[in-house]
């Protein structure tokens, strides 16, 4: 079969039940969830209000659940008010949450600094105040380019007080990106530090921020920087104030201000597979009631758990499930500043057992990292603190997948792949613990009031259990982006425009198994076309990683005289396999991916790798392999890499 569609190759067979003992406790329950899809599906305006009622504190009542007067600019909950600041801390003072951890934080040297919400709040006031006396008002946007440190969470909570808008831009990022994102936004403040720690070196975070401005068009009026590692820095007078001589001399008390729903509570930028990265807009209501909504759904978030999701507050994963979600939920959340391996390979798994963390969520790219070193590793401790285990970020591979079931949740945690996007605010994909029967390498079924469906070129729906194509959202929900930052029209012509605004487009393909799973078959762009079978980069690549030697994958295409395009596979074997006869291998691993889904699949060649080059996110650069693969001169910014010297190694 060929033309439009995409084809599905793997077969994945395992079935994982939800285990009883879970499903009992569990926030969710079958009976909820029932009942809770039928409410979406029937009557979505009495689902959603209800929801936006229940969960969060509105200084003023919406009436208006959803307004699509505009579509596809839609609205959620538009006359009404609240303030995230309040929701995520004041609301929790008048019970003993209060008195409980918000934030356990570890640096990478071991200090420990614990938060509780009475001692968050009181920060975060304390500095609401200070943006205000700086002269920051309601809309005036706030960039933050700090480490992993409280002082970032207070900022950010600091700016929703007062109805700033804040960017956060990831630390790991070059000056470049920062004066990029600070012109785009005409920031009025730069809040930073002096610099931050990572696998034992200071990253010079203040020196980038000098740089940033000193060739941005735009000029900051203030900077704020926090004292982290003391080095020296250059702080340019009345330009540059000092966060500990601002916080000596502010008042304690700031009043929350309450901004409309609509407003916006954040600008995120990501980039595209073309063009200069996109500022993602959330809105203050909708967005802070689907990260609320999820964290309680999919982690099943309880009072005494500890919670730990290792994003960086620089992505999505960071502010809605490091910061937003879990605290509006008055949940403790352990925060780490600092790189996953340091000192060695057991650092996260040292750290769950002395913290007891009972909630895990990372990414794949961290979990085949980990997996790449040996189960020696996690296997020194004790881990029976774990729960719940979560994914997120790019598909996981079946292989890596019971790596992460056995070694680390010893087959007892149920694990959550969530898949959703920068775009998507929270997750729409995914697991309930509770519910959910698991199958390795499947983001599962969408959650209430999400409505996925799998579309052709055309944009008709595909009904084979088989066949794969775009992944679309056939209605709204509160979660969702409101627009680009200052172009309306690359909103439209990014996610809507495809299928004529009658879907929200994401990017990626994936197909429907006959029990209605969801399985991420990569991105459209990334999907090959292999003698007239379009087959998607995620299902060759696991069934590479399924094979014993190999630790990650990716899979690519290049032109090919008589097949169209043929199969490029990058390979990363496990530590335990290294040295081996590689020519006898490649052969092996062509015969096994032939094996597992078909001659289709065999890859014309593999090329081995330490590592591959990812985007510091750790999403695997399939377009820069593509060029590597097809012996092009690579013309893309490599900066941005997480392993730059992974592209040069590769180029020989
Ligand atoms: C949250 C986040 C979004 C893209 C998305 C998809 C990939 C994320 C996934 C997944 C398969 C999962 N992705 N989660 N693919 N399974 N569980 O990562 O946001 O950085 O915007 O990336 O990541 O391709 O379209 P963002």
């Not at 919406?62 to 505009?70: G, H, I, K």
């Not at 609205?75 to 409980?100: A, I």
Request: glycine share 8%.
């Amino acid at each position: 079969m060929s033309g439009t569609q995409i084809e599905s190759i793997l077969t994945e067979a395992r079935t994982f039940p939800v285990p009883e003992e879970f499903a009992r406790q569990a926030n969710m329950d079958q009976a909820q969830y029932e009942a809770l899809c039928r409410q979406a599906a029937e009557n979505p305006a009495e689902f959603w209000g209800k929801l936006a009622r229940d969960h969060l504190h509105w200084d003023k009542p919406f009436n208006q659940v959803l307004d699509d007067s505009q579509a596809p600019f839609y609205k959620w909950f538009s006359d009404g008010e609240l303030n995230v600041s309040v929701n995520c801390l004041d609301r929790h003072l008048d019970s003993p949450t209060r008195n409980k951890a918000a934030i356990i934080w570890e640096s990478e040297q071991g200090e420990v600094v614990t938060l509780t919400y009475a001692q968050l709040h009181r920060e975060v006031s304390r500095f609401a105040a200070t943006l205000q006396d700086l002269g920051i008002h309601l809309g005036d946007r706030v960039a933050i380019y700090m480490p992993m440190v409280p002082e970032a969470v207070i900022a950010m909570l600091a700016c929703a007080r007062i109805g700033a808008i804040h960017t956060v831009v990831f630390g790991g990022f070059s000056a470049e990106a920062l004066k990029d994102r600070i012109e785009d936004t005409q920031a009025r403040l730069l809040i930073t530090a002096d610099g931050g720690y990572r696998a034992g070196k200071v990253v010079p975070l203040k020196h980038n921020a000098d740089q940033a401005l000193s060739r941005s068009s735009h000029a900051v009026e203030h900077m704020i920087v926090f004292q982290r590692t003391g080095e020296e820095v250059n702080m340019q007078s009345g330009r540059d104030l000092w966060w500990h001589d601002l916080a000596a001399k502010a008042q304690v008390d700031c009043a929350p201000l309450a901004v409309n729903a609509e407003h916006p509570l954040l600008i995120l930028y990501t980039s595209g597979s073309t063009g200069k990265p996109k500022g993602i807009v959330h809105s203050s209501g909708g967005y802070l009631l689907w990260s609320l909504l999820t964290t309680h759904w999919v982690f099943d978030l309880k009072p005494t758990d500890v919670y730990w999701c290792t994003a960086d507050i620089g992505w999505i994963t960071g502010h809605s499930y490091v910061v937003y979600g879990p605290l509006a939920l008055g949940a403790t959340v352990f925060m780490y500043e600092g790189a996953p391996t340091y000192p060695d390979a057991g650092r996260f798994w040292d750290m769950i057992e002395h913290h007891r963390v009972n909630v895990f969520y990372t990414a794949p790219t961290a979990i085949r990292a980990l997996m790449k070193l040996g189960d020696e590793w996690p296997n020194r401790y004790d881990l029976s603190s774990l729960r719940l285990l979560g994914t997120v970020g790019e598909p996981i591979n079946p292989e890596a997948w019971m790596w992460y079931y056995k070694v680390i949740g010893k087959e007892r945690c149920p694990i959550a792949d969530t898949w959703w996007q920068t775009e998507t605010g929270g997750h729409m994909i995914s697991p309930l613990p509770g519910v959910t029967p698991l199958k390795p390498g499947s983001c599962t079924r969408p959650l209430p009031g999400i409505f996925p469906d799998i579309v052709d070129e055309e944009g008709e729906i595909i009904q084979s259990t088989e066949a794969g194509g775009y992944l679309v959202m056939t209605r709204p929900w509160p979660g969702m982006l409101r627009t680009v930052w200052g172009d309306e029209a690359r909103y439209i012509e990014n996610y809507w425009a495809k299928f004529n605004n009658r879907f929200y487009v994401a990017g990626d393909s994936a197909h429907r198994d006959m029990d209605g799973y969801y399985w991420i078959m990569g991105r459209i762009d990334d999907v090959l076309n292999v003698s007239g079978h379009r087959l998607g980069t995620m299902e060759i690549e696991s069934a590479l990683v399924a094979h014993p030697a190999v630790a990650e994958a990716a899979v690519v295409g290049r032109p090919h005289e008589i097949k169209g395009e043929a199969i490029c596979a990058f390979v990363v074997l496990r530590q335990s396999h290294a040295g081996e006869d590689m020519d006898a291998l490649a052969q092996t691993l062509r015969a096994h991916v032939a094996d597992a889904i078909g001659p289709i699949a065999r890859p014309d060649e593999i090329r081995f790798t330490d590592n591959l080059p990812k985007t510091r996110s750790g999403k695997i650069m399939r377009r820069l392999l593509r060029a590597i693969a097809r012996g092009e001169e690579i013309t893309q910014d490599t900066s941005t890499l997480e392993n730059e010297e992974t592209v040069r190694q590769l180029e020989r």
